[in-house]
């Protein structure tokens, strides 16, 4: 499996963290794909919630005869061809996206790891850092690499082997 | 391609043994009644993991900070604001490091909130039991009682300011930054203390309002 960039979004959509990795192709217009992509997110997440079934059991009883409920969405990842989009949203709206191969399993776990290991030590936990600034900061990138790098040692030996039939062909699959 | 029915992205979804998956499950009860067991689990396991910071320091600590406002502002009500913007800003970050450490079920109502904030957040990060109570009928409010106040070991409040000074209202602070970064707006303040030779603390939590998310707006149109 390989690993393409990340993301870092905001609760607001702007991104505060970008890394590459195995990139082959480099984007042209670095500002405007963050701008697709996080346009992208929110409107996932909309047609997801509006897509969902009202009378959700897993909802509690106020919110679930609301058209919408409340909360980050559970929309995990969606698949193409050429790659795989992970996304994790945390309960304050923050966006954690990684791309890689479409051979991934879900990666919901390593980015909950980056969200507590990477963005609350070296982030929220930075006096320096103003919340809602982008993120240079040397350890965060230190500790991102730390945490894909176990995902890549984990990826060949925890592959599930049903993983395949989940597989979207060209087009956007998304699995929420 | 998107799946028809919830329930069968469910079912796609329980194969993998993600601890997403898992906090799911537990989201399963009735919001206000989450498993009460559980939830005082989850705090004093994130209690444990965390770093231990010596109670007394703490206290004497916040005792320093306090006395010293009071000699910058000399009026306590801006003592009680100050403490709680202070408090507010530490709320705004302490959220996001509760979240990811706590693992604990997401928040899909405002009464939601009261219990994790009670039995997780007070376990977690003070190491005292706190409890949710006296619900508003229309779940706009609650209280946050709680016995054992960390911060007020060795405190005597002189008796000039005993009645106008909240001398833990940073709490207040902190609930309102947190709350407010998902998506609650809230009014949090002390209502009783046992500084104040109440059987009790209080903290009274009213939500003003809940906060849409925000669309990015394009920036070219």
Same mark, same amino acid.
């Given at each position: 499996?390989?690993?393409?960039?990340?993301?870092?979004?905001? $609760?607001?959509?702007?991104?505060?963290?970008? $890394?590459?990795?195995?990139?082959? $192709?480099?984007?042209?217009?670095?500002?405007?794909?963050?701008?697709? =992509?996080?346009?992208? =997110?929110?409107?996932?997440?909309?047609?997801?919630?509006?897509?969902?079934?009202?009378?959700?059991?897993?909802?509690?009883?106020?919110?679930?005869?609301?058209?919408?409920?409340?909360?980050?969405?559970?929309?995990?990842?969606?698949?193409?061809?050429?790659?795989?989009?992970?996304?994790?949203?945390?309960?304050?709206? =923050? $966006?954690?996206?990684?791309?890689?191969?479409?051979?991934?399993?879900?990666?919901?776990?390593?980015?909950?790891?980056?969200?507590?290991?990477?963005?609350?030590?070296?982030?929220?936990?930075?006096?320096?850092?103003?919340?809602?600034?982008?993120?240079?900061?040397?350890?965060?990138?230190?500790?991102?690499?730390?945490?894909?790098?176990?995902?890549?040692?984990?990826?060949?030996?925890?592959?599930?082997?049903?993983?395949?039939?989940?597989?979207?062909?060209?087009?956007?699959?998304?699995?929420? | 391609?998107?799946?028809?029915?919830?329930?069968?992205?469910?079912?796609?979804?329980?194969?993998?043994?993600?601890?997403?998956?898992?906090?799911?499950?537990?989201?399963?009860?009735?919001?206000?009644?989450?498993?009460?067991?559980?939830?005082?689990?989850?705090?004093?396991?994130?209690?444990?993991?965390?770093? !231990?910071?010596?109670?007394?320091?703490?206290?004497?600590?916040?005792?320093?900070?306090?006395?010293?406002?009071? !000699?910058?502002?000399?009026?306590?009500?801006?003592?009680?604001?100050?403490?709680?913007?202070?408090?507010?800003?530490?709320?705004?970050?302490?959220?996001?490091?509760? !979240?990811?450490?706590?693992?604990?079920?997401?928040?899909?109502?405002?009464?939601?909130?009261?219990?994790?904030?009670?039995?997780?957040?007070?376990?977690?990060?003070?190491?005292?039991?706190?409890?949710?109570?006296?619900?508003?009928?229309?779940?706009?409010?609650?209280?946050? #009682?709680?016995?054992?106040?960390?911060?007020?070991?060795?405190?005597?409040?002189?008796?000039?300011?005993?009645?106008? #000074?909240?001398?833990?209202?940073?709490?207040?602070?902190?609930?309102?930054?947190? #709350?407010?970064?998902?998506?609650?707006?809230?009014?949090?303040?002390?209502?009783?203390?046992?500084?104040?030779?109440?059987?009790?603390?209080?903290?009274?939590?009213?939500?003003?309002?809940?906060?849409?998310?925000?669309?990015?707006?394009?920036?070219?149109?």
């Amino acid at each position: 499996m390989q690993v393409y960039n990340f993301y870092l979004f905001s $609760r607001h959509g702007t991104c505060l963290y970008y $890394r590459e990795w195995q990139r082959t $192709r480099p984007g042209s217009d670095t500002q405007q794909e963050q701008q697709n =992509l996080i346009g992208l =997110l929110f409107a996932v997440k909309q047609l997801c919630r509006s897509l969902a079934p009202a009378n959700d059991d897993s909802l509690p009883i106020d919110t679930a005869t609301r058209y919408m409920p409340r909360g980050p969405s559970n929309f995990c990842s969606y698949s193409t061809e050429k790659y795989q989009l992970h996304c994790f949203e945390s309960s304050t709206g =923050l $966006r954690f996206v990684l791309t890689t191969s479409p051979t991934a399993s879900d990666l919901t776990r390593i980015l909950q790891r980056v969200y507590r290991e990477a963005y609350v030590e070296c982030a929220i936990r930075n006096p320096l850092y103003t919340l809602g600034t982008s993120i240079v900061s040397e350890s965060f990138r230190k500790r991102l690499d730390s945490v894909i790098r176990t995902l890549a040692v984990e990826s060949t030996v925890f592959r599930p082997a049903s993983e395949k039939a989940l597989r979207g062909n060209g087009s956007p699959a998304t699995k929420s | 391609m998107f799946e028809p029915s919830g329930e069968r992205a469910s079912t796609s979804q329980s194969g993998r043994s993600s601890s997403a998956t898992s906090v799911k499950t537990q989201d399963t009860l009735p919001s206000a009644g989450f498993n009460v067991a559980a939830l005082a689990k989850i705090g004093e396991q994130a209690f444990q993991r965390g770093e !231990l910071v010596s109670a007394e320091l703490v206290a004497l600590t916040y005792g320093a900070l306090v006395r010293q406002l009071f !000699l910058d502002y000399q009026a306590p009500e801006d003592v009680n604001e100050e403490l709680e913007r202070i408090g507010y800003n530490i709320g705004l970050r302490l959220v996001d490091d509760f !979240l990811a450490r706590s693992a604990a079920p997401p928040c899909r109502s405002f009464q939601a909130t009261a219990e994790i904030v009670a039995r997780v957040a007070f376990r977690m990060y003070l190491g005292v039991s706190a409890r949710p109570a006296n619900f508003a009928a229309d779940n706009t409010a609650y209280s946050i #009682l709680f016995d054992t106040n960390p911060l007020a070991e060795f405190v005597e409040v002189p008796d000039a300011v005993a009645n106008t #000074l909240w001398y833990s209202n940073i709490f207040c602070g902190v609930i309102r930054g947190a #709350l407010e970064m998902v998506q609650f707006s809230v009014r949090a303040s002390f209502t009783r203390d046992m500084l104040r030779g109440d059987e009790c603390n209080e903290i009274r939590v009213c939500l003003l309002r809940e906060l849409e998310e925000t669309v990015p707006l394009d920036k070219e149109t």
